[in-house]
């Protein structure tokens, strides 16, 4: 009996020097192992240490080793006298954020068709076949064949049902695929079955051939869509999570999310396999409403989920002229694009919802579209701050212009003097310079297209909007940097000149726009974005400091682990064993 009190009195002794000596010079370190049977490590947190650790704080000075616990860093410093037994190879950076997209639909997208790139409709009807020969269920009334990616430029027209009934089997067949960027569905003879006939008119929205929707006219079709089971919505987040965790993303902006799936997502968040932080914003049942009664305010405690905000639509997308413009596309005079909302209706749902405390954010493409977007905030701001100025008021509700892709000179302007936070896909830029300047014209698209540098003053957010692009953030900062297709590693015209390179931004400001800059749009300053002593322990381990690496081994990065909260989540198969995680 007295050998095991002076045993525990031993280890309580033991632990308390820890505690006061606890860094990775501490001589306690190695005898603290030798008590395997207190669980010193969950009390005294975990030592982690790199070649170099990228903060993205303000402190300057540099780091190597860093101290996990609870979930957070309790300690970042410096320890150069470590021995590399000691010392994990690579190097640290935050855990990077996409501040736009779409969780549910890149997992559905991982279990569906895969259009993108298509270059003909043999080859669209060659994936279409592939993939059903292995998905017996597809296509049935119950689960329908889903696809996503196509893109009418490469048709050099719109597609329509018949173009869908490859073969008699795929006659009787479901099929739904969505365009590139999401804004039109192309629908197989099947499923116009089930649709009135006539069909009727939707404001905002449009049917430029049989069996192709686009914007509000998706609706007509999306009535009669069966939703995918519980089962299988889990198996898409899921899926979506790991091909996030991949591209060292810890946490997103979902840009619409149904009071439905917020349910689901509230339930599935307490889990330990939801391995991404999600900012969800909240979109209405029925689309550019306001539906308070069905909205939650949600933070969970583990900081997996937060809901408070909400998106609204203004207006299309530019690939299908569907962007709301001030004047006419220039390879179509007889369009200027189509608004989703009138302009008196908008600013009424920005007023309500920012009124019932939610930060709101419009989905805005065209001139037009950014225009109203911001007069709809002007007058929020003044409902909400009467006695204040609009600036400041502005930087307590953060409303943000989702995409805020062309924006006419004035607009800018009164952007930056409200300081509005635009929310930018660098990709976007260098998948649409193709066509961009047909269909704005070359002054157009110099003074109000892509803007990322002129905006860099308000903070932007960068994200990818996946699973209308890749989600990979690498090819995101290629893309800010260079103004280049991160696929080709090209600009338009073939060459690395960039797009319009006046508007690229530096590897810093890349990185903040997929760090610190989302984590201030979500309110979560002071808890990610940065690694400092009090934020989630997020990070993210590379095989060398991006700031060795040059264009092209930028946009090939890939990355060797992912942390959440402390707790690996992803490392790349095939990498290097690393030494002990704890010093």
């Known amino acids: 009996m007295a050998l095991v009190g002076f045993g525990l009195t031993l280890s309580v002794l033991i632990v308390l020097v820890a505690v006061v000596f606890q860094n990775a010079e501490s001589p306690f370190t190695p005898i603290i192992g030798l008590f395997g049977f207190l669980p010193f490590q969950q009390m005294l947190g975990e030592t982690h240490c790199y070649a170099a650790i990228k903060t993205n704080s303000d402190d300057k000075s540099q780091s190597n080793c860093f101290t996990v616990k609870n979930g957070l860093f309790e300690r970042v410093f410096s320890n150069q006298s470590l021995g590399k037994s000691n010392t994990k190879t690579g190097y640290v950076i935050p855990g990077l954020w996409d501040g736009h997209g779409h969780l549910l639909q890149l997992g559905e997208l991982r279990n569906s068709v895969d259009l993108f790139g298509a270059k003909a409709m043999s080859e669209v009807h060659e994936r279409i076949i592939e993939y059903q020969s292995h998905h017996i269920l597809a296509g049935t009334s119950e689960q329908w064949l889903r696809g996503v990616g196509w893109d009418q430029a490469t048709f050099g027209k719109w597609p329509s049902a018949i173009d869908l009934e490859i073969n008699d089997k795929f006659r009787d067949l479901y099929v739904m695929l969505d365009r590139v960027d999401v804004h039109c569905i192309w629908v ?23 069996g192709i929707f686009c914007d509000n006219a998706m609706e007509i079709v999306l009535k009669h869509y069966p939703e995918p089971t519980v089962e299988r919505k889990t198996k898409f987040i899921k899926d979506a999570m790991h091909e996030l965790n991949k591209f060292g993303v810890v946490g997103m902006h979902d840009a619409g999310v149904t009071p439905s799936h917020l349910k689901l997502y509230e339930t599935l968040s307490l889990d330990e396999n939801w391995t991404v932080r999600v900012y969800a914003m909240i979109e209405c049942e029925t689309r550019n409403t306001f539906c308070p009664n069905e909205a939650i305010k949600v933070e969970t405690p583990n900081g997996k989920l937060r809901v ?66 911001v007069d709809a905030f002007e007058e929020s701001l003044k409902s909400l701050c009467p006695h204040t100025s609009l600036r400041d008021c502005q930087s307590r509700h953060r409303f943000r212009i989702e995409h805020a892709q062309i924006i006419h000179p004035d607009d800018q302007r009164r952007i930056r003097d409200l300081g509005i936070i635009p929310s930018i896909q660098p ?46 953030v690498f090819e995101g900062i290629f893309a800010a940097m260079t103004r280049r297709n991160p696929r080709t590693g090209l600009d338009s015209e073939g060459r690395k000149d960039g797009w319009y390179a006046a508007e ?8 903040q726009g997929f760090t610190v800059n989302p984590a201030f749009a979500a309110f979560l300053e002071g808890r990610a974005g940065t690694i400092e002593t009090g934020h989630y322990a997020d990070w993210v381990v590379l095989d060398e400091p991006l700031e060795a690496l040059d264009d092209e081994s930028l946009r090939f990065a890939t990355v060797r682990e992912t942390w959440v909260g402390g707790k690996q989540v992803y490392r790349r198969p095939g990498s290097e064993d690393l030494p002990s995680d704890a010093v």
């Not at 193709?434 to 994200?463: D, H, I, N, Q």
């Not at 690229?504 to 990185?511: F, S």
């Open 188 to 210: 197989s003879k099947k499923v116009l079955s089930l649709l009135p006939n006539p069909l009727p008119e939707v404001p905002g929205g449009e049917i430029p051939a049989e």
């Open 308 to 373: 408070q905000s909400v998106k609204l639509f203004a207006d299309g997308a530019l690939g299908s002229w569907g962007s709301a413009m001030i004047e006419p596309y220039s390879d179509k005079e007889t369009s200027s694009g189509s608004l989703l909302v009138n302009s008196t209706t908008l600013t009424q749902l920005a007023v309500e919802w920012a009124g019932a405390g939610y930060q709101v954010n419009i989905h805005a493409i065209g001139d037009l579209a950014n225009r109203l977007a």
């Open 427 to 472: 990709t976007h830029a260098t998948s649409d310079m193709y066509y961009a300047e047909s269909r704005l014209g070359k002054k157009r698209t110099m003074e109000e297209a892509y803007r990322m540098r002129s905006l860099l003053p308000l903070g932007p957010v960068f994200g990818s909007d996946f699973p209308v692009e890749p989600a990979n």
């Open 504 to 511: 690229a931004v530096t590897l810093e400001d890349a990185l």
